[in-house]
């Protein structure tokens, strides 16, 4: 629990500076004004170009990457398993920050899409016991192991909310993004080798339950760099 | 760190928000085809064509005796309802030029003691080898099974359950016996079912048929209405359930 505390408290601080950094001036009109921001959150690490078309108007074009891998993070029930678990998510995206209020100018409206050229997940779950049929104990690769995949590639709008300038007024700030894509619907799959071969018959299943699995949060830091 | 990532995790793929477990109602699908090379032993009482009597017994012999399992991987082999499936341990082979042979010797009170060769051979993965036991002092000669009747081709799926593992399904990989329901003929031979599938044309439709197969030393039986060209029949197998 020490970790989201800390960063919630992060956030925060760089929030009330970044707010007061620029109170007690006239709020900025965004028009013409450009920054390349660097981010890192939950769409992974990427970059972007912010322009401003409008006085309370903003783009944002950029890309997002987040070549994953973690171990043993997932379980079937009642069957002693490993597991390898890899995510890719990599996409680009154009955005549109609004700015609704005036005197609150560090606060933004956001929305736009982003094609995800690659959204997958992948994971393997391979027996981990002994396997013994009858009498005779099976190798690795006759029990085989079994692919879980689902893939999300394609368009995916976003909306969300900002805080903190996207255009320092100074040269740099930080500033914050939290919302939500809504991906394309999931085609999952699942693939056995092996013993588990007839697994593939599992696939109709599968795809049922993921078919709702298609909001991916994001939460993000930026630091921007005024040009 | 593992908070970290355990949050990472959470936020970046296991989150994106849904109501369903991913795993919610699936199941293992488990193959039952680990001895590729298998030799049905079907000893009927020559006399009559039915199952040979109770009590009968089968010993393999032969140089490659210690290869060969039941098909369900024990060492042990046993008939039941005089039938047995061997089969080499998936480690052995038979090469091109070099096949695998053994005896299979059959013991019955009454009954004189039969002796058949079983050869494995690279090009034949499945062969049924029918042993008749004649009664001892008898000379009367071994009926002869006519063949069954040739109809329009029938698909059935086989699906294993395991009465104890509701999350486990079993693709079997066996041979499979059939007779009319209610008839008090001897089951017939019908084929291999492969992975849990077999297709024939044995079966007529409007007919009822009982299905039988044997595996780890146990019958299990299904019955089943023909009026379709496709049926998916479950058997509950428990000796396939051994995980």
């Known amino acids: ?227 | 760190m593992e908070t970290l990532r355990k949050i990472q995790l959470l936020l970046v793929m296991l989150t994106i928000a849904a109501c369903k477990k991913p795993t919610e109602n699936i199941k293992i699908v488990i193959d039952t085809d680990v001895i590729k090379y298998t030799a049905l032993i079907n000893v009927t009482d020559g006399q009559n064509g039915s199952a040979a009597p109770a009590g009968t017994t089968i010993a393999i012999t032969g140089a490659a005796a210690n290869d060969i399992y039941e098909l369900s991987g024990k060492k042990d082999i046993k008939l039941s309802s005089g039938i047995v499936t061997i089969g080499l341990k998936p480690t052995v082979a038979p090469a091109v030029n070099e096949p695998i042979t053994i005896n299979a010797e059959i013991n019955a009170p009454g009954y004189n003691k039969e002796t058949r060769q079983v050869t494995f051979r690279t090009e034949t993965k499945q062969q049924v080898v029918n042993i008749q036991l004649t009664r001892t002092g008898s000379t009367a000669p071994p009926i002869v099974t006519p063949p069954p009747p040739v109809f329009n081709n029938v698909s059935l799926t086989f699906t294993g359950r395991c009465p104890n593992r509701t999350d486990i399904e079993v693709r079997p990989s066996v041979y499979v016996y059939f007779k009319k329901s209610g008839s008090n003929a001897a089951f017939q031979y019908l084929g291999y079912m492969d992975k849990g599938n077999i297709s024939t044309n044995l079966l007529q439709q409007g007919e009822t048929y009982d299905f039988q197969i044997v595996y780890g030393a146990e019958t299990y039986k299904v019955s089943q209405r023909i009026d379709q060209t496709s049926y998916n029949l479950t058997l509950d197998m428990p000796a396939a359930c051994n995980f």
């Open chain 1, 1 to 227: 629990m020490y970790f989201p505390r800390s960063i919630l408290l992060l956030f925060l601080l760089l929030l009330y500076y970044n707010v007061n950094a620029q109170n007690g001036n006239q709020p900025p009109s965004l028009l013409d004004q450009k920054s390349v921001l660097l981010n890192v959150g939950t769409q992974g690490v990427g970059a972007e170009f912010a322009y401003g078309v409008l006085p309370e108007l903003a783009l944002r074009g950029g890309l997002n990457f987040i070549p994953f891998k973690a171990h043993n993070v997932f379980k079937i029930s009642g069957f002693n398993s490993t597991s390898n678990l890899s995510a890719n998510f990599y996409n680009v995206h154009a955005l549109a920050d609004y700015t609704p209020i005036k005197t609150a100018s560090w606060f933004r409206l956001v929305g736009g899409f982003a094609y995800f050229f690659k959204a997958k997940g992948d994971i393997r779950v391979i027996p981990s016991d002994d396997y013994k049929y009858g009498d005779l104990v099976l190798t690795e690769d006759q029990i085989g192991y079994v692919d879980l995949k689902v893939n999300w590639k394609g368009l995916a709008p976003y909306l969300g909310l900002a805080f903190a300038h996207i255009f320092p007024r100074n040269k740099f700030n930080v500033n914050f993004d939290l919302g939500t894509y809504y991906l394309s619907k999931p085609k999952a799959d699942i693939i056995g080798t092996g013993l588990l071969e007839g697994n593939s018959s599992q696939t109709p299943q599968f795809q049922s339950n993921i078919k709702d699995y298609r909001w991916l949060p994001i939460v993000q830091v930026n630091f921007s760099y005024r040009l």
